[in-house]
């Protein structure tokens, strides 16, 4: 942290690899902004770096209440089937936003504050659910027009 680097190697010529073994663990607060790497001979090497959460998480929509649109946060810690529906006061569905399968890792929506056929939804409180095999959580949204 603050500007420091972090040297992961291996002497012999076998992969690092995390897969969901973590490598290295950080303190709080402290973040990988790049990752560099490179082979035995020095060569540059592309990596990719997927941060994955330890625990499912819905976020609260923010800005909330909102208009014209708002943003749901969804951390994922699995591979899983996810869904978002907005639905209104009385349980109705208003508009499913979101029904597919997602990889782990910290997902952002948005809500637009439309419905199903895209016109404008009404004033007033809404709530999302969001779902997946193992999990399911609702929030509360305020759309102000």
């Known amino acids: 942290h603050n500007g420091e680097r972090v040297l992961l190697y291996t002497m012999s010529q076998d992969v690092l690899t995390g897969e969901r073994i973590p490598i ?3 303190p709080e607060g402290v973040t990988i902004k790049t990752v560099k790497a490179g082979n035995a001979y020095g060569e540059k090497q592309i990596v990719s770096v997927a941060l994955v959460p330890e625990v499912f998480t819905v976020h609260q929509n ?29 349980g109705r569905v208003v508009k499913t936003l979101i029904n597919q399968e997602y990889s782990p890792g910290y997902h952002t929506f948005m ?9 404008q939804a009404s004033s007033g409180v809404y709530f999302i659910s969001v779902s997946t095999h193992k999990h399911a959580r609702m929030i509360k949204a305020i759309l102000l027009r």
């Open 24 to 26: 290295i663990e950080l």
């Open 62 to 90: 923010y800005p909330n209440p909102f208009n014209p649109r708002t943003t749901i946060q969804v951390d994922l810690v699995e591979p899983t089937q996810l869904n978002i529906i907005v639905h209104d006061i009385m």
């Open 111 to 119: 809500w637009h504050g439309d419905n199903s056929i895209g016109m």
